[in-house]
């Protein structure tokens, strides 16, 4: 017999009900932020929330702040059966899926948090606006769910960046865990877009794991940094279909372009778009 898919609710005021009577009862509390159309990407964040809290809830919310106006905001997937029955057996203890309606119930809203000068380079300067939508609505979140942890995955290393900064920075008593990305068989990141591609893309879209590994084989041989964007390039030239938005290494600390001269772990970031799908990809580099 299949287990049980968890239950839903849909309103922040019976969602914080739920957590604060679980609360009061000396239980913690992990808060996994998702869009839907979840993979197994997603549900390693699950596994990782149900393994560092008592309780985990999964928040199933398209924002449509992060979109900008020629983007997929109503072609992303959507399908909350689909993802309780994901969701089902994995220890998760509610899932928050709100209506747009009850997440902006006066419509656009006119306090956001700013990303500042990070959130307007490498994905913010091709999405512009994408990260003070994203820091508001997890801030919303983290305010609604008052979670212990949150958990996040590597593969969206800006996000994850410009979050914890946000954490820091506002005082918010939650600490952020981050799950390595998971990948498919052939090594391409797990993503809710990749769902898009053909047989032709995906196969064109394996270019940006290998830029990647192309950059950590130089880098583990003794490359400088240039040399090792040299050898990404490479591979992403090479690669049919495939239009690059950029590749990058930075500085983890910083998130800043770390310079020609760096030594010591960097964090390499590719991004490139595949017909009208938009892919991103990073790995850590250890330099010098």
Known sequence: MSPAPPPVESTIDGLR??????????????????MGSLHEGHLALVDRAAALADLVVV????????????????????????????????GVSVVFAPTLAEMYPRGPINTRVSAGAVGEILDGASRPGHFDGMLTVVAKLLLIAG??????????????????????????????????????SDGLALSSRNAYLSTEQRAAALALPGALAAARAAAEAGAALPAALEAALAVLDAAP??????????????????????????????????GATRLIDTQLLHLG
Do not use: C, H, W
């Not at 997937?77 to 089902?88: H, I, K, V, Y």
């Not at 969206?156 to 990305?181: C, E, G, H, K, Y």
């Open 17 to 34: 009900a739920r957590l604060d009577a679980e609360r009061a009862a000396g239980r913690t509390v992990a808060l996994v932020p998702t």
């Open 59 to 90: 928040s199933i919310f398209v924002n449509p702040l992060q979109f900008g106006p020629a983007e997929d905001y109503d072609r992303y997937p959507r399908d909350l059966t689909a993802d309780l029955a994901a969701l089902s057996g994995r």
């Open 147 to 184: 979670p212990d942890v949150a958990v996040f995955g590597e593969k969206d290393a800006q996000q994850v960046f410009l979050v914890n900064r946000m954490v820091a920075d506002l005082d918010v008593p939650t600490r952020i865990d981050v799950v390595s990305t998971v990948r498919a």
């Open 241 to 274: 279909l495939l239009e690059l938005d950029y590749v990058a290494v930075v500085d983890p600390a910083t998130f800043r372009p770390a310079e020609p001269d760096f030594t010591g772990v960097a964090r390499a970031l590719v991004a490139a778009r595949i």
